[in-house]
């Protein structure tokens, strides 16, 4: 491993963005220069680390030869172009954005598929799943020896920061209008969203599906290759400002062992068991880098059901936790 190597964020003063640069700190990766990189109005504002305030450079002016390794926390079309941009120069990447996929790269979780890293041809550049999809993976891949899943159906209850920061102002705006009898103007949702529940996450398509249900169904089949016949995924959206909650119910080839399935659980670095329990947003995840499995049955009247409820802090653990496990397996071998 180098003694250090100099790195861009892309979207440093998104939510993502932000909780990269905590982890970096926190994780003492082996920062050398940070570059902090961000678009429009967000360029100029400062972020700290490591005692220091960074002033964060505008994006449209960044010679990526300055690092051999970028993370892209941002639109997929910002990111497509910097991505682009960050090869030409020789310099890595790790995509948050799903736009790596859309050019042929497939998503890689370090608890799923870290193999794929084997010997990379560098430039790198590497899809981060979803969050969401990282989070239904990661018990996934806790649980593939001991059951065999032929069908997977997911329900997600996201929180308003799958919208960004964007959705967190939206349900606090809301939510300080409808507490002071103001009358309430939805802006970035088309309905009124703070003390409701929505039944999908941003626009669907005409099978009426939503581009993050889609982006979650595709990464899940990359993921696990046996799913691809029989996956069902549904986003919806919670009141809440932060953290994922999702429930699964697995169909698999043979009986469930509950005793099983928890050793496995139990035994997987990354994820915390509550037994004769249930995990919450609030109470167990929001600040961990721990996902929370709880409620564990079979079915009702199928013992080769799987049913179980994950709690999980989305922007931290789900994206930017995950993208910085990515970045540490590539420079301990290969950078």
């Given at each position: ?120 041809s560098l430039p790198v550049r590497i899809s981060a ?98 799913l691809r016949e029989g996956l069902s995924v549904t ?88 993208a910085v496990n990515l970045a540490e397996l590539l ?5």
């Amino acid at each position: 491993m180098p003694e250090t190597i100099d790195i861009a964020v892309v979207g440093a003063t998104g939510l993502v963005g932000e909780a990269l640069v905590e982890l970096l700190q926190e994780r003492d990766f082996p920062v050398g220069t940070l570059y902090l990189l961000a678009t429009g109005e967000s360029a100029g504002k400062s972020v700290a680390f490591r005692g220091r305030n960074l002033r964060v450079g505008n994006l449209s002016d960044f010679d990526f030869a300055k690092v051999r390794l970028a993370f892209l926390s941002t639109t997929a079309d910002v990111a497509q172009a910097s991505a682009e941009q960050a090869m030409a120069a020789g310099c890595s990447v790790i995509d948050l954005s799903g736009a790596s996929q859309g050019a042929g790269g497939l998503p890689v979780l370090p608890a799923a598929n870290a193999e794929l890293l084997a010997q990379p041809s560098l430039p790198v550049r590497i899809s981060a799943p979803c969050a969401p999809a990282a989070e239904v993976a990661e018990v996934l891949a806790a649980l593939r020896n001991v059951l065999k899943v032929r069908q997977l159906s997911v329900t997600a209850c996201l929180s308003a920061s799958v919208l960004g920061r964007e959705g967190v102002q939206e349900l606090a705006r809301q939510t300080a209008e409808l507490l002071n009898a103001r009358p309430l103007e939805p802006k970035l949702v088309d309905r009124q969203y703070a003390f409701n529940m929505l039944a999908q996450v941003g626009a669907v398509d005409e099978q009426g599906y939503s581009a993050l249900e889609r982006r979650m169904a595709r990464e899940l089949s990359a993921l696990f290759p046996a799913l691809r016949e029989g996956l069902s995924v549904t986003c919806s959206l919670a009141p809440v400002f932060f953290g994922d909650v999702l429930m699964l119910s697995l169909k698999t080839e043979g009986p469930v062992s509950l005793e099983a399935v928890r050793a496995a659980l139990e035994a997987s670095e990354g994820i915390e068991q509550l037994e004769d329990d249930y995990p919450t947003v609030i109470g167990d995840a929001l600040g961990q880098d721990t996902l929370y499995v709880g409620r564990l049955r079979t079915g009702l009247t199928d013992s080769c059901e799987l049913n179980l409820w994950i709690a999980s802090d989305n922007v931290r653990k789900g994206a930017a936790l995950n993208a910085v496990n990515l970045a540490e397996l590539l420079i301990k071998h290969y950078l």
